[in-house]
């Protein structure tokens, strides 16, 4: 990725080799999956294929899939098809959940990153009327794992479906639509290798959910569009290398952790979101006192490491980062968090490249400190 050491999978994964190779494949074959004919025949072959694949990935019936242009079309889709007219959804779900219905109610967050579920009690025993609770499996700024099956079982002990947004999950850790528990699973493809552009929304049950996007007949009428063929053929083969791979991302957490240790030991004051709670194995969010977001995500790629930030930029103005502002985190130590995200690519190498400018950043920050004229 543009010569770069990659350490931004959370924002989108390098595709997968096998993937681009099946993705030109596709391309190649063309053809449109609702024809008849053998080239159309071909092309259909490939989506079904598919189906199942992203259906292992997490343990569904593939009738239960269906594909959709990204991991934001599914989360709208399950928030405004599902034919629920009441709401709730955690502070810190992404902006394709939280814009996707203005008027959901917010669950708060605990300051340690999770769900609060005596809130979420009492705001589902708040109205008779039947609820969609939406609660992230992961999440994507600090990697913190959400109790989905605690929420599932409250949720349906008060009569409410469940959507769980497990697009950072899916093939990070194992996700398993039984024991999970949710009604709707959002998942995308380009967090997982595959292609952009192309998501899929498991539902536990066709019946409960309508269409969103409207016209042909396409995925058992439940979402109209000519199916991107190659996209679709691509998710597939993510699905099937994310899977296989689940043990070896598992042990990125060893990388993960060696990075949050020495860069402890180079500034002991971080502070690291969630290091003590089930996280995403691959992502460390932390922040550095009196070093901003900006410069340290600016600073690196000078020195050509990838990472992210985590807060927007809006009119000039850095804006609170809004998951750790539903934390209760105060600003200054917010808008000095960065996120590290690693994967598959990742080297001890990429580690020691983002340490030496990281370190090198903090190291002029601090003599600017002690020298403003400088
Ligand atoms: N949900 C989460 C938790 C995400 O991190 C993202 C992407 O950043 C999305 C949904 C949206 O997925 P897509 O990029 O496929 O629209």
Request: proline share 5%.
């Amino acid at each position: 990725m543009a010569g770069q050491r990659y350490l931004d999978f959370n924002a989108t994964a390098p595709p997968r080799p096998e993937v681009i190779e099946a993705v030109a494949d596709a391309m190649r074959e063309g053809g449109n999956a609702s024809s008849v004919h053998g080239t159309g025949r071909l092309a259909r072959g490939g989506v079904e294929q598919a189906r199942h694949s992203v259906a292992a990935l997490v343990g569904a019936d593939p009738a239960n899939v269906v594909f959709t242009g990204s991991g934001t079309e599914a989360n709208n889709q399950a928030l405004r098809a599902s034919g629920r007219k009441r709401l709730i959804v955690t502070a810190i779900e992404h902006e394709s959940v939280l814009q996707a219905r203005p008027d959901a109610v917010i669950c708060p967050i605990l300051s340690c990153g999770t769900v609060d579920l005596e809130a979420l009690e009492r705001l589902l025993m708040a109205s008779d009327e039947p609820a969609l609770v939406a609660v992230m499996a992961a999440n994507n700024e600090t990697g913190i794992l959400q109790p989905v099956r605690d929420v599932a079982r409250l949720a349906h002990e008060h009569g409410a479906l469940l959507h769980c947004d497990a697009v950072q999950a899916a093939g990070k850790i194992p996700v398993d639509v039984g024991p999970l528990g949710a009604d709707f699973i959002a998942l995308s493809a380009h967090k997982i290798g595959g292609p952009q552009g192309v998501g899929a929304l498991i539902c536990r049950n066709r019946q409960s959910i309508e269409r969103f996007v409207h016209g042909g007949g396409q995925e058992g009428g439940l979402r109209a569009g000519t199916e991107n063929v190659p996209g679709i053929v691509g998710f597939g083969v993510a699905a099937t290398s994310a899977l296989d791979g689940l043990d070896d991302f598992a042990a990125l957490a060893g990388l993960r952790d060696i990075l949050e240790r020495r860069a402890r030991e180079i500034e002991p004051a971080i502070t690291v979101f969630g290091g003590d709670l089930p996280r995403l194995p691959n992502t460390s969010k932390f922040s550095t006192p009196g070093l901003s977001s900006e410069v340290q995500v600016m600073g690196l790629d000078l020195a050509g490491t990838a990472i992210s930030a985590g807060s927007a930029c809006s009119a000039g103005r850095v804006e609170m980062p809004y998951v750790l502002a539903a934390m209760g985190v105060p600003e200054d130590i917010a808008l000095s968090a960065v996120r590290v995200s690693l994967g598959w690519t990742s080297t001890m190498a990429d580690i020691d490249a983002f340490l030496d400018g990281w370190a090198a950043l903090r190291a002029r920050h601090l003599a600017r400190a002690a020298n403003p004229a400088t």
